[in-house]
């Protein structure tokens, strides 16, 4: 599956939450996100990731193993990706250590979920905000079964972003891993 995705800054979070709201009642999720990469990065030479999350909601925490392959949209940076849910994160990050894998970055993210249904799609806004990052972001997506639907899926996804007031100037391709990178550095 490719997750046809665009990103924005949102500059009246309030605005857009409401407008959510409008499509069905959010999820408020804490991430902690763990990005994994060979000690030379060679995923990251490669456009690929590898992470563990671990989501802690207000009845249940879960965590999931995602690889995402190379780039397939180089406007949106939608991915290849690859998810499963895992029993025990303890033990897969453990795993991921013994097979030679390093952690490059832990952050947290602070999320509130609306799944929608637009455009003939299934959709999953989430309003983001990391602590270390400045702002709040809005991501939507939709999942497409290969490389020939992300174009279209895209034009969807930008629609429902315009009907949310959000228009492509306030689109960004910055990586929560590299802005919390910068804010360390800093």
Known sequence: MIEAELKARVRNPEDVMRALEAHGTGRAEVYQDTY???????LDARDAELRVRTIHGTDETSSLLTFKDAKVDEAS???PEHETRVEDATAVHSMLRSLGYVPVIAFEKRCRNYGL???GRDMLATLVRVPEVDGTFLELETLVENEAGVSAALDDVRAVLADLGIDDGDLTRELYTDAVRARRGA
């Open 77 to 79: 940076g939608s991915k």
């Open 117 to 119: 249904h637009a455009k």
């Open 36 to 42: 994994y990469d060979d000690p030379d990065g060679g």
